[in-house]
């Protein structure tokens, strides 16, 4: 029995629960991507399917349409893979558990790939239709979105005649997006010196649990807790009144994602061990004081480390390893003077990994303004090369900027009021959607971001409006109909 019978709109939910049974994580968008081409070529669809799996499906205006703009729908394949620790799930053979409450659906303990998923969904019931209303379309389905945008990047301008193009890539219905940050990732390695595990100590392991998480642009203005963050400030404060060194730090799993959890594998002194305990006991009453608001849940534990440990970082590699986590720039760096609660720049330490050679501290740095994004990474820099760590910068992409001219959002604001009696509120956003690279790659177009409401995406307590999604299909049907 499907999770998603019966539910209406039919094929929106129908296409989306498809989707769902195929694996499609950022970097593994071959199954999906080829499902794509076969449906297209399964109804005569001219489709262009490229070297980074990007997914091009072309039809023909409806009667009465030819003359109208070539007009693109385009969302991404990929998904943000991400699961609770005690959900047995494998991202690259298992599909989305659906499940339905009340009128939200989610999957069972992983994300559920409403992001972008129901883009593709919305697509597909559209090409599928025989009875929609609509000019010539090119429905361009992306890859690696969630890691960089590299397919959107390998686009070839040549393959894409439209020039105004609806992306389905927001998160909350009744508001028009027109305009993102950019932004770009960048990683600090800091080498390891190691030194020989010593039996005055004890492994033991600190965790950093109960964290809401969240989506490292749009949720960066609700200020929830990073557990990297936290787990910085626990180290700092420790550091001066225990002797310990440094096994492992591990933490978050997604560069754009506000991380939920870290783990610091330390080797203690036995003496100290329970100055630990006590430390962090206090720890556990700051934190639930700060938090109280953004993640209530959030709390410190330790436990015995259970595994064998031979070696463990110098006390140089410790030092040095506790001030670039603590200094490493986080958060709402500033605000935009022009648009009202509006993040103008930011940054994310969402990932931190401890290898053989170095640990490595992967951050997303994002700004509506470019000489900011810059001013950030220069920082970031300078704090590398002070503690001898390597610094490298890639996988950046341009921000979208406010066209005051846009005839695309006239039109949807008009279609919007006359479906609600109400009017559309015109947004900006501090994420990076595809709509900035489109406008570097392609020159003039004219574009308009929306979706239905998404809630805490990129964590797997992601969740999608049914209503919404209702909503917003039959939004998309008008819209289409008026572009003439």
């Known amino acids: 029995m499907k999770a998603l019978n019966n539910i209406e709109p039919i094929k929106v939910f129908k296409f989306f629960e498809e989707i769902s049974q195929i694996p499609r994580g950022s970097g593994n968008e071959k199954q999906i991507s080829d499902y794509l081409v076969n449906f297209a070529k399964e109804r005569n669809l001219e489709v262009i399917q490229d070297e980074a799996l990007n997914v091009i499906i072309k039809k023909r205006a409806s009667k009465g349409y030819e003359n109208a703009p070539v007009t693109i729908i385009q969302g991404h394949m990929d998904m943000v893979c991400e699961k609770n620790r005690d959900t047995v799930h494998d991202f690259e053979k298992d599909p989305i558990k659906l499940r339905i409450d009340g009128d939200y659906v989610y999957a069972q303990g992983t994300t559920l790939g409403a992001d972008n998923g129901i883009a593709v969904a919305y697509a597909l019931a559209i090409l599928d239709s025989e009875d929609i209303l609509h000019p010539a379309l090119e429905v361009i389905i992306t890859t690696e979105e969630e890691t960089g945008m590299g397919g959107a990047l390998a686009l070839n301008p040549e393959n894409i005649k439209g020039r105004v193009l609806l992306n389905i890539d927001s998160e909350e219905e009744g508001k028009l997006l027109v305009s993102c940050a950019g932004g770009i990732r960048n990683k600090v390695s800091l080498p390891i010196s190691w030194e020989s595990f010593s039996a005055e100590y004890e492994a033991l392991e600190v965790q950093v649990r109960g964290l809401k998480g969240g989506h490292s642009g749009m949720d960066i203005i609700k200020q929830r807790a990073n557990s990297n963050k936290i787990m910085s400030r626990i180290l700092a404060d420790i550091s001066k009144v225990i002797d310990f060194r440094i096994i492992s730090l591990n933490g978050g799993s997604k560069t754009n994602a506000i991380p939920r959890e870290m783990d610091a594998i330390l080797a203690v002194r036995k003496e100290n061990v329970k100055g630990l305990e006590e430390a962090l006991n206090k720890w556990n009453e700051t934190l639930s004081n700060e938090y109280t608001v953004s993640d209530p849940d959030i709390k410190v534990s330790i436990k015995e480390y259970e ?104 039109l949807s604001e008009e279609v919007y009021k006359n479906l609600t009696g109400k009017d559309a509120e015109i947004v900006a956003i501090h994420a990076g959607i595809e709509c900035g690279l489109f406008r570097e790659k392609f020159g003039e177009i004219d574009m308009i971001s929306f979706g239905p409401n998404l809630y805490d995406v990129h964590t797997p307590n992601e969740h999608m409006s049914i209503t919404s999604v209702k909503n917003l299909w039959q939004f998309i049907i008008e819209l289409l109909k008026e572009i003439k």
């Open 307 to 410: 595994y064998a440990v031979e070696k463990v970082f110098s006390k140089d590699s410790t030092d040095k390893a506790i001030k670039l986590l603590y200094l490493i720039p986080n958060g709402i760096l500033t605000m935009s003077l022009e648009i009202p609660g509006l993040v103008q720049s930011s940054t994310n330490l969402g990932v931190v990994i401890t290898g053989d050679e170095a640990i490595e501290y992967h951050s997303a740095v994002r700004s509506s303004v470019g000489s900011l994004k810059e001013d950030v990474l220069v920082e970031i820099s300078m704090l590398a090369e002070l503690l001898g760590a390597h610094y490298e910068a890639k996988a950046g992409y341009p921000e979208w900027q406010y066209d005051p001219n846009s005839k695309i959002r006239s």
